[in-house]
């Protein structure tokens, strides 16, 4: 049976994406066999962050209205063994998401695969409540600031409540705090929630924090999940997300202001 | 923080603790209406039609709460009354 991971959040632009990418990318670096499905019917942006956006032929809803199989939708990732991609369809709109047919495939890819990383759209719409109905664990990515950690609070509520797990009355959703774009220069200014105020609120552990930074961008634009840029914190610090994620103890890094010199303290900047 | 900065007033509060306090307060009420009872919105309309009908108040001089202990469930109901004028 495979373990089914829902990278959700409420808010767009989070990075959900950018972690789902990346964490599924880090556990099948582990040597995990994973599939990263992409929920985003209508907006498809898995394959451009993956780098695969050239080699999509059918997509997830094709294989749910059983217009192609499973094998002939899925991507194989070049870069990374044990790594596959199921699309979204960029054509049809999030109603194509059934519940039996989100299932169906959900079901034969737990055959196959070890973990199943599902990407979820923003909002609390169908597309994120499909995405998350039939996971095991819940990464809420979340970025410190007051409309993000609402959001994540009101995702909490839907897992807690609107799952699958939730309505069979089966042991609830492993949830875990995923903090991105987080910058502790201006935390240390006042400027942005710590990451202890945002365990505070959301009150669920804490499966890492990812700084801000430049290599994330670089990476979108390069197709290439961040975790493989082993020299960029961002990369560094999403290995350490997957590695707790698979039950090792890591400590976080990358949270702590960086030492400046005497004359950029003097004059502040 | 820049030498310019010492000069600045210490008694502000940091935005981040402001943001902090505002969505404690909001969280928790979200949370507290999501585990009510779907009929208890309705209800609280129409007791503060009730209460309307003899009393002028305010909607938000009325509160409900639903409270769950072990083995029983409290329904609070605070009315605040207008001042008398007379």
Same mark, same amino acid.
């Given at each position: 049976m495979a373990k089914i991971i829902v990278v959700t959040s409420?808010?767009?632009?989070?990075g959900k994406t950018t972690s789902s990418a990346a964490i599924g990318t880090g556990l099948a670096l582990k040597g995990h066999k994973t599939v990263i499905i992409d929920f985003d019917v209508g907006l498809r942006n898995l394959d451009l962050i993956m780098g695969?956006?050239?080699?999509?032929?059918? *997509?997830f809803v094709n294989v749910i209205n059983k217009e192609a199989t499973l094998s002939q939708a899925l991507i194989k990732d070049k870069r990374t063994k044990d790594l596959f991609l199921l699309p979204a369809s960029q054509?049809? *709109?999030?109603? #194509? $998401?059934t519940t039996e047919g989100v299932e169906a495939v959900l079901n034969e890819l737990s055959k196959d695969f070890e973990y199943i990383v599902c990407d979820s759209p923003a909002g609390i719409e169908k597309g994120a409540q499909m995405a998350l109905y039939? #996971?095991? =664990? #819940? &990464? =809420?990515t979340t970025n410190p600031e007051v409309s993000s950690v609402r959001d994540s609070d009101r995702i909490l509520g839907i897992l807690q409540s609107k799952s699958r797990r939730a309505e069979q009355g089966l042991p609830p959703i492993e949830e875990h705090l995923l903090v991105t774009r987080y910058n502790p220069d201006r935390v240390s200014e006042g400027e942005m929630l710590s990451v202890a105020d945002v365990e505070e609120i959301l009150a669920i552990p804490l499966l890492g924090v990812i700084p801000e930074s430049e290599a994330v961008l670089k990476a979108s634009n390069q197709g290439t999940? =961040? &975790? $493989?840029?082993?020299?960029a914190e961002a990369g560094q610090a999403y290995s350490d997300a997957v590695d707790r994620l698979l039950g090792e103890e890591r400590p976080l890094r990358f949270t702590d202001v960086q030492k400046k010199g005497f004359f950029k303290r003097l004059l502040g900047g | 923080m820049g030498i310019f900065d010492y000069f600045k007033s210490k008694s502000e509060p940091s935005s981040a603790s402001v943001a902090k306090d505002r969505l404690q307060i909001i969280v928790a009420h979200e949370r507290s209406r999501r585990t009510q009872p779907d009929y208890l919105e309705q209800m609280q309309q129409e007791i503060i039609a009730v209460i309307r009908k003899y009393v002028q108040v305010d909607n938000e001089h009325v509160q409900i709460q639903l409270e769950d202990t072990d083995d029983c469930s409290v329904l609070e109901l605070n009315v605040t009354l207008p001042e008398k004028n007379d």
């Open positions: 409420g808010k767009g632009g989070v695969c956006e050239r080699r999509v032929v059918y *997509d054509t049809r *709109d999030k109603d #194509a $998401l039939f #996971a095991d =664990v #819940a &990464i =809420v999940p =961040v &975790i $493989l840029d082993g020299q | -």
